[in-house]
């Protein structure tokens, strides 16, 4: 017996289904194809004409579908702007509150986030069961910080331990490092991630300078390189971005300073950016209502113009160019608007192709960020054409309907 369900319908359905009269972006190709997409078991079984399978069918009524939106800069435990209250909370409240944030990433259309600075075996088990909702979820672990680094979140005049590890742990010297990386990746961690540059809301490191000493980045590259593993490195400036990529980090992650010769090091090192223009805006516009204290709205400011900039360059030389968020606090409210402020530099076809295949493709995965068959059942379906509408993208407005692992998700 075959159910039908209306396209407005939010009730779960099982993990079989398919999903009839859609116009489909596959996830690289310009043209949309107007297919069936057939879900058994989770897994895309076949997209073509016709198709019917022993689960519920899902009329798109038309609509564009797109595979699963992904996140490639995302905080679960991204609780506060403010560093030290974050990694000072306990860990049962953070959990709570980070198996929150995901799943109204879900909600939104991210199908899969890779949080990079934060998550633990914990949080991937609980989602694995089935305990919460959520993307797909691949994480880092606290990410590694030098003293006085972006991840040290202690003011200057403060004498004190900071002993809550929930997105940053401060680790010097390559020995420490490599026992760090290791264990990250005894316990799951997808990748490593580390401060290689000041950021916005630390308060004692310049935003330029770059951090960790050559021997300790390279320690961290070899130690995941040799698990099939991968460096992303929290860099902003040229010189820090070079200063990461010469020594083994993959995946630059902001790179708002980024210059025309520094973009052509990356390409010439197989470097990828993940670009987070929404938190810069979401910090300048609510920032000071939140508490962001001075030195931090300053270095906000020296980043947000640079940005679109960025992607420019990075594109331009051939850099692989993904998508993330980087939202902290009840700033996580702004994610769909990530996607408006990428949109400004890349448009629409090359904005879908960033979130989808080629965020797939910096995660190192082939099951994700596609509409084909082996691939996982996630699936976006659209009110409105992006490529006629865009804000059909990132309009909360919109009635979009998310497909996760063959499931609708309510």
């Keep these: 017996m075959v159910s039908r369900c209306p396209l407005q319908k939010e009730a779960p359905l099982p993990g079989s289904i398919t999903v009839t009269n859609a116009r489909i972006f596959d996830g690289e190709a310009a043209e949309l194809v107007e297919a069936d997409i057939r879900i058994e078991d989770g897994v895309i079984a076949e997209v073509g004409r016709g198709l019917a399978g022993d689960g519920a069918i899902l009329d798109a009524e038309h609509r564009v579908v797109t595979p699963g939106f992904i996140d490639n800069h995302f905080h679960a435990y991204g609780i506060s702007l403010n560093m030290m209250q974050m990694e000072a909370s306990r860990t049962s409240y953070v959990a709570i509150l980070g198996a929150r944030r995901l799943r109204r990433a879900l909600v939104r259309g ?86 290689a540059s000041g950021g916005v809301v630390s308060l004692t490191d310049p935003i330029r300078i770059p951090q960790y000493s050559a021997e300790e980045i390279r320690v961290v590259s070899e130690e995941a390189g040799r698990r099939g593993s991968y460096v992303a490195a929290h860099a902003y400036s040229p010189e820090a971005i070079v200063h990461a990529v010469t020594n083994g980090v993959r995946s630059i992650e902001h790179g708002n300073l980024l210059d025309q010769e520094t973009a052509q090091v990356m390409a010439d090192h197989g470097a990828v950016l993940v670009p987070t223009l929404v938190t810069y805006l979401a910090m300048s516009e609510r920032g000071r209502d939140m508490g962001m204290p001075e030195v931090a709205l300053r270095k906000n400011a020296e980043v947000l113009a640079a940005g679109k900039n960025a992607i420019e360059l990075a594109t331009g030389a051939g850099v692989l160019v993904g998508f993330g968020s980087d939202l902290m606090g009840d700033l996580e409210v702004e994610q769909l608007r990530g996607l408006q402020a990428q949109h400004e530099v890349q448009g629409t076809l090359e904005l879908l192709r960033s979130l989808t295949s080629g965020n797939a493709r910096i995660l190192g995965v082939d099951h994700v960020g596609s509409i084909r068959a082996g691939a996982i059942g996630d699936l976006v379906v659209l009110a409105r054409d992006p490529f006629v509408h865009p804000d059909a993208l990132w309009l909360e407005s919109e009635r979009r309907v998310v497909v996760k692992s063959g499931v609708l998700v309510g």
Excluded: W
Aim: glycine residues 14%; aromatic residues 4%; contains cysteine.
């Design 110 to 195: 991210f199908t899969t986030v890779r949080d990079v600075a934060g998550g633990d075996i914990g949080l991937s088990r609980a989602i694995s069961e089935g305990l919460i909702d959520s993307p797909n979820y691949y994480y880092t672990g606290p990410a590694l910080s030098q003293t006085g680094g972006h991840g040290d979140p202690r003011d200057s005049h403060l004498d004190l331990c900071c002993c809550g590890t929930h997105g940053t742990e401060v680790v010097d010297g390559v020995d420490a490092l490599r026992v760090a990386v290791r264990e990250r990746l005894r316990t799951g961690a997808h990748a490593i991630k580390i401060m």
